[in-house]
């Protein structure tokens, strides 16, 4: 810093190649990183359909999801019985890695993942209701999660909303709304009889496996749609992360395009707790791992939805097939994510950043 | 004609006004010094001419036309704004932040192109950051921070530049660095500069004008030499000081009795 160039002679020419191998390295590894991750996402996504007791090959699974040969024992197997879990495993994982990622930049802190900040709990106080009060099943089950996690999204904007947004208090509205939420659940189960309370448990464990068609289709669509809106979102987000008065310096319309955001990601994650239950972390790791591997703050929505998917396919390799009895996937993510929260909680201490 | 000013400007937060009724007339090709006590609306005001404060009454123009009016993508690309706390994403690298300041100049689906690439490299260069291109922003020293934010918003390539507070946090080397740069870059580029100080000395010494506020109105305004006396300082700062000439540029000094 003493040492400082002046600026009326620092040398043009250095800064212009030094700047133009910066972009192009940044450029090489996005593109890099987001390659290796698709294929790693279709491998996982293959293998899924691949192990069990009928174990099959990776061609013949590839043929018989794309419909390309006519064996009907593989079919039933691959398209009738694993098909829709592997699908299942793979929307959910790119919804929640999206949504998660787009609550952590907007909120600027890393623990700002929609599981920690009422959502999820929405989601699942209303599903919960609806299985232990109307004997609810099925399609209906999700519907109400659906309803219950956007009512909770806006409780939380309405509630966190001063002058716009900010991070720290939706963060800690949110954690007051999901403790909340926790314990209108604790409350409705007590009240449960047996059979509800285990079929209630079992939703609020989150599995891969309990999805319906129905579902699923709706989930497909809602990301085809979803998925290009958060990747244009994308942009405004970049200048919203330099915090509200540099992103309206840059041209944009903070509250407009946070509203924008909140909205999709809510949506996103509201969809994923609907068909596959409150499967816990898988958002709340995507982003930081995407990043890591992008490297730092580049944020790539895309990348940490591939991250998600990779997350939870083999989340739900290992809970069916590697444990002695199947287990819901949302153990398994539980599992893993607990260590990796103490470790963000520790960290985040010592720099005494939130973010 | 001058570029930006301020008509009857009336600004406050919640229910309370900080300043009323200003009149602001910003210098082109100028930088302006905005100085004060604390607390007496001078940030605020800033943050009136850069529209991140809606206008209680009156209006800011800009080019002739109100800046409410505007579309704030196109106020983006005439005026840029140094804000006295910008957010830093974790671990963000510096060419990753100074290449987002070219944001108003790109659309939803437009790439990086030369224009903005060239932008970037000169602002890297007239803030002397070139070689810390690769470096996290959180690992930096506060004067280098600092440069690196000046370099964002120079990569915006606006003609008109407003900073609030920058030298806040920095010490008197640094300080002067960073207006010394504001001077080449005032020399270089005719860029309007407007920037908020708390020491008035180094408000005499690198600016052209100086606009003294005092519990949100303006008590006087001028070049520095005009400007600056003892009475002045009374007034504003509440200080008993005598005013003598700078020794090194000849510009009023003030020191405290």
Known sequence: MTATTHPATAPTGTAASALRGNRRRRRARSVLVTCALTVAVAALFVLTMMVGSFRIGAGEVVASVLHLSD???????????????????????????????????????????????????????????????????????????????????????????????????????????????????GYVLSRARLFEARQAMHWLTG????????????????????????????????????????ARTLGTRPDLSRAGLLATAVVLVALAVAVAGPIVFVALVAGPIANRLLGPATGGIVPAALVGAALLLTADLVAVHLMPTPLPTGVVTGAVGAPYLLWLLATTNRQGAGG | MTRLRAEGLTLGYDDRTVVA?????????????????????????????????????????????AVADMRTADVAKVLGLLPQTP??????????????????????????????????TRALD????????????????????????????????????????PTTYLDIN????????????????????????HDLNLACRFCDHIIAMSDGAIVAEGTPADVVSAELVQKVFGLDCLVVPDPVAGTPMVVPV
């Open chain 1, 71 to 185: 064996n009907p024992s593989v079919d039933f197997v691959v398209r009738g019985l694993r098909l829709p879990t592997a699908a299942t495993a793979l929307t959910v994982g790119l919804a929640l890695g999206a949504s998660g990622t787009i609550f952590q930049q907007l909120l600027r802190n890393p623990l700002a993942s929609p599981d920690f900040v009422g959502i999820t709990s929405g989601a699942g106080f209303a599903a919960v209701t609806g299985i232990v009060l109307l004997q609810a099943g099925g399609l209906v089950v999700s519907g109400l999660a659906l309803g219950g996690a956007v009512v909770a999204g806006l409780l939380m904007y309405v509630l966190a909303w001063r002058d716009g947004v900010t991070g720290y208090r939706f963060i800690l509205i949110g954690i007051g709304a999901s403790v909340f939420f926790d314990g209108l659940v």
């Open chain 1, 207 to 246: 599995s891969v496996g309990q999805a319906s068609g129905d579902e699923l289709r709706l989930l497909c669509a809602a990301l085809l749609v979803l998925l290009p809106v958060a990747v244009l979102l994308q942009r405004p987000l970049r200048a919203l992360e330099l915090g509200d008065d540099a």
């Open chain 2, 174 to 197: 640094h300080q002067v660095e960073l207006l010394r740069l504001l001077r080449t870059l005032n020399a270089q580029s005719g860029k309007t500069i407007v920037v908020v100080l």
């Open chain 2, 126 to 165: 007239a803030t002397g950051t070139t070689d810390l291109i690769d470096r996290p922003i959180r690992d930096l020293s506060g004067g280098q921070r600092q440069r690196v934010w000046v370099a964002m918003a120079l990569a915006q390539e606006t003609d008109l530049l407003l900073l609030d507070e």
């Open chain 2, 87 to 120: 957010v830093a994403p974790d671990g963000i690298t510096v060419a990753d932040l100074v290449s987002r300041g070219r944001y108003p100049h790109q659309g939803w689906f437009r790439r990086w192109t030369d224009r903005d690439h060239d932008a970037v």
């Open chain 2, 21 to 65: 009724n200003l009149d602001v007339t910003v210098l082109d090709g100028r930088i302006t010094a905005i100085v004060g006590a604390n607390a007496c609306g001078k940030s605020t005001l800033l943050r009136g001419l850069a529209r991140l404060l809606p206008a209680r009454d009156g209006a800011v123009y800009l080019d002739g036309r």
